[in-house]
């Protein structure tokens, strides 16, 4: 087991592939942040790091590490575990579907038969799966989050109270998903509480180490490999990964599967975060977002890194995991 302060961060030939990397992307402007979250737009968008955790905890790190952020949609992956565990997977499956849609994260659509959002990515599927999370009253179910997050990074989170209010106070879209899944049963609690809940766990601040290190925890079977704690039970691991897999990066998830081949999972901050179970976590931030809400620069390093050690998950030909170093 290894604390936070003792992993090793010594300059390797890896670590200048991932400097390499950086100083290629850094160049690259395209894209807008969002700014649909008025608080969002204010981000700096020169802003970009890389980092990459292994399943045995070693860290690999490039560019703006200390910048904090809001997670925003990579939240879902974690909450969807956290239902699965409070819900257990089949009764989950009667309440949030695991298809991809083929439209935008915030398309106010049900599936026409059952009623149910498409998938747990989605912002309808993640409203509904927040509003799952089990505890008595708004303040133990945010704490229950809170807690999950800590096990996910090591150390405690809070939520950025300026992005939470700039949110609640907009996200009038979301509003209307809540309510529309109200109407076909599909939200129980007050929907007002359960959007609280859904943008608190948005607004929680990271950075793209912690990043890093969930996607790491993710691919080390649910135990985070810095502080050796369970995240998660391992029993979810392939619901999550799938649905991250299929629908993470939404109305790309598709061409994302058939090009990177990896299960990732972007956020509108900037954020991506990307498995290789058994290896290690990816994580890159980068505000600047293409038309579909995922970084530019995120979904270019994640490519470049795929291609380069052969991560595509049915890549039986190029799959070069053993060029990057043991400890
Ligand atoms: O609900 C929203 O719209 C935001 N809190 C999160 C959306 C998001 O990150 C979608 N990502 N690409």
Same mark, same amino acid.
């Given at each position: 087991m290894k604390n936070a302060g003792d992993v090793e961060t010594g300059l390797s030939s890896f670590e200048e592939f991932l400097g390499e990397l950086y100083h290629k992307y850094k160049?690259?402007?395209d894209g807008t942040v969002a700014?649909?979250?008025?608080?969002?737009?204010?981000?700096?968008?020169e802003l970009f790091s890389i980092c990459i955790v292994t399943a045995d905890g070693r860290v690999y790190e490039v560019g703006d590490r200390t910048h904090l952020f809001t997670i925003q949609s990579i939240s879902k992956v974690l909450v969807y575990g956290l239902a699965l565990e409070d819900r257990g997977r089949d009764y989950m499956l009667t309440r949030v579907?695991?298809?991809?849609?083929?439209?935008?994260?915030?398309?106010?659509?049900?599936?026409?038969?059952?009623? !149910?959002?498409? #998938? =747990?990515?989605?912002n309808a599927g993640a409203i509904a799966t927040t509003s799952l999370i089990k505890g008595t009253g708004a303040t133990e179910r945010l704490n229950r989050l809170l807690d999950m997050y800590r096990r996910y990074v090591g150390h405690d989170v809070f939520v950025d109270i300026s992005v939470f209010t700039s949110e609640r106070s907009t996200g009038h879209r979301n509003r209307a998903m809540a309510h529309l899944m109200l109407n076909f049963g599909m939200?129980?609690?007050?929907i007002e509480e359960a959007l609280d809940l859904y943008f608190q766990q948005c607004a929680v601040m990271v950075n793209c180490r912690d990043l890093a290190v969930m996607a790491a925890t993710l691919a080390n !079977?649910?135990? #985070? =490999?810095?502080?050796?704690?369970?995240?998660?039970?391992?029993?979810?691991i392939k619901d999550i990964l799938s649905v991250m897999y299929?629908?993470?990066?939404?109305?790309?998830a598709g061409e994302w599967a058939y090009k990177i081949g990896i299960p990732a999972k972007s956020g509108v901050s900037g954020g991506i975060i990307a498995v290789i179970p058994g290896y290690m976590g990816i994580a890159v931030f980068s505000p600047l977002l293409d038309s579909r809400g995922n970084s530019v620069r995120g979904v270019k390093v994640c490519e470049e890194l795929s291609h380069k050690f052969g991560l595509h998950m049915f890549d039986c030909v190029q799959r070069n995991l053993e060029s990057i170093p043991e400890s």
């Amino acid at each position: 087991m290894k604390n936070a302060g003792d992993v090793e961060t010594g300059l390797s030939s890896f670590e200048e592939f991932l400097g390499e990397l950086y100083h290629k992307y850094k160049s690259l402007r395209d894209g807008t942040v969002a700014n649909y979250i008025p608080e969002l737009a204010k981000v700096n968008p020169e802003l970009f790091s890389i980092c990459i955790v292994t399943a045995d905890g070693r860290v690999y790190e490039v560019g703006d590490r200390t910048h904090l952020f809001t997670i925003q949609s990579i939240s879902k992956v974690l909450v969807y575990g956290l239902a699965l565990e409070d819900r257990g997977r089949d009764y989950m499956l009667t309440r949030v579907g695991v298809e991809p849609t083929g439209d935008a994260f915030n398309a106010i659509i049900l599936d026409e038969l059952s009623k !149910r959002p498409y #998938n =747990p990515m989605v912002n309808a599927g993640a409203i509904a799966t927040t509003s799952l999370i089990k505890g008595t009253g708004a303040t133990e179910r945010l704490n229950r989050l809170l807690d999950m997050y800590r096990r996910y990074v090591g150390h405690d989170v809070f939520v950025d109270i300026s992005v939470f209010t700039s949110e609640r106070s907009t996200g009038h879209r979301n509003r209307a998903m809540a309510h529309l899944m109200l109407n076909f049963g599909m939200i129980d609690v007050h929907i007002e509480e359960a959007l609280d809940l859904y943008f608190q766990q948005c607004a929680v601040m990271v950075n793209c180490r912690d990043l890093a290190v969930m996607a790491a925890t993710l691919a080390n !079977r649910g135990i #985070n =490999p810095i502080t050796g704690e369970k995240a998660v039970d391992s029993t979810y691991i392939k619901d999550i990964l799938s649905v991250m897999y299929t629908c993470g990066m939404y109305n790309f998830a598709g061409e994302w599967a058939y090009k990177i081949g990896i299960p990732a999972k972007s956020g509108v901050s900037g954020g991506i975060i990307a498995v290789i179970p058994g290896y290690m976590g990816i994580a890159v931030f980068s505000p600047l977002l293409d038309s579909r809400g995922n970084s530019v620069r995120g979904v270019k390093v994640c490519e470049e890194l795929s291609h380069k050690f052969g991560l595509h998950m049915f890549d039986c030909v190029q799959r070069n995991l053993e060029s990057i170093p043991e400890s």
